[in-house]
């Protein structure tokens, strides 16, 4: 029995979330004392998907079709059915996101398994099999007992942190039957944000709220995310002002978010953005006024005005390198 990881791809490379969730499957494979076999979907190359080993996976399966090329749930959720079948897997992975939610749950009905999604936490085996999920946004913790003989998982970002190894994963093609009923809805095309960086993928991420005034600003916050490597984010009120494109409004209605760093720059911090960024490692408050709510949720906070500090630290930083 080998525990089963789905991938997920962007441009022929594995998305750092799905290296995670590779991580995570690794791990749950040494206490079973088996190994983790990767599934991918889309077009790669076999010396990108061996890199599946350097997190811990033996091998890979490539589902190599022009028609699954776009995310189509439907299709990659029978592939990873007839793979999980195939591999014998009881435990299978994925990391947490629109895709691996929506495959999650298709996979799960079929297999006659049990979902856990925001698991945050390796599964405590020692009598049956629990697992640690996120709860109310972020603010609290949930033990689940999962009984089925199946197990389907999606790890939360930021929930292992990855430990690569000199390994590489042998890949091999697979080709599981296609149902024409799948593809009832087709991809016309695909729009891709402008940012060079993805926000569920970034692990630094600078944001701006309503305190920088006007779009004409956003030059300042643009300079310090490139210092920093950083994607760039807003609050709900300035994409709702057409300041920023609306892919980018965090929050519990727009994107959620795990960084390992998040700079919020003139964000009072209104409890539906806290809900899109309590996941985040460390949080930097940057704000004039001192009794802004987003303060009693920071790491760091900055009393002072984002005109002032932006350029500061953009150059501190620029300095430093």
């Known amino acids: 029995m080998s525990i089963l990881v789905f991938v997920e791809l962007d441009n022929g490379v594995i998305k750092k979330t799905s290296q995670e969730a590779i991580y995570y499957g690794a791990e749950v494979a040494k206490m079973y004392q088996s190994t983790a076999t990767v599934l991918a979907i889309g077009t790669a190359t076999a010396d990108s998907l061996a890199e599946a080993g350097k997190f811990g996976a033996t091998k890979v399966l490539h589902v190599s079709d022009e028609k699954l090329n776009h995310e189509n749930s439907l299709a990659y959720a029978d592939a990873l059915v007839k793979a999980t079948k195939q591999e014998g897997s009881k435990v299978v992975i994925m990391a947490?996101?629109?895709?691996?939610?929506?495959?999650?749950?298709?996979?799960?009905?079929?297999?006659?398994?049990?979902?856990?999604?925001?698991?945050?936490?390796?599964?405590?085996i020692t009598n049956g099999f629990k697992v640690t999920r996120s709860i109310?946004?972020?603010?609290?913790?949930?033990?689940?007992?999962?009984?089925?003989?199946?197990?389907?998982?999606?790890?939360?970002?930021?929930?292992?942190?990855?430990?690569?190894?000199?390994?590489?994963?042998?890949?091999?093609?697979?080709?599981?039957?296609?149902r024409d009923s799948d593809f009832v809805a087709t991809v016309k095309s695909v729009e891709k944000a402008s940012s060079e960086l993805s926000l569920t993928e970034a692990d630094i991420i600078v944001s701006g709220g309503r305190g920088m005034k006007g779009p004409e600003n956003w030059d300042l916050l643009l300079a310090l995310a490139k210092e920093l490597g950083a994607a760039t984010g807003c609050s709900k009120p300035v994409s709702d002002l057409d300041w920023r494109p609306h892919h980018e409004h965090i929050g519990q209605t727009g994107i959620k978010v795990a960084p390992n760093l998040y700079i919020a720059c003139g964000i009072s911090g209104a409890i539906q953005h806290l809900a899109g960024v309590n996941g985040s490692k460390c949080i930097v408050v940057i704000n004039k006024d001192p009794e802004a709510p987003f303060f009693k949720a920071a790491d760091y906070g900055i009393v002072g005005d984002v005109f002032d500090v932006l350029p500061r630290l953009t150059k501190a930083i620029e300095a430093s390198k």
Do not use: H
């Open 136 to 178: 109310y946004t972020g603010k609290a913790f949930a033990i689940v007992d999962v009984k089925s003989d199946v197990k389907v998982l999606a790890i939360k970002k930021n929930a292992v942190e990855i430990k690569e190894i000199d390994q590489s994963a042998l890949v091999e093609l697979f080709a599981p039957a296609m």
């Open 96 to 124: 947490k996101s629109g895709l691996g939610d929506a495959m999650a749950a298709r996979a799960a009905a079929k297999l006659q398994a049990s979902v856990v999604s925001g698991v945050t936490e390796l599964p405590d």
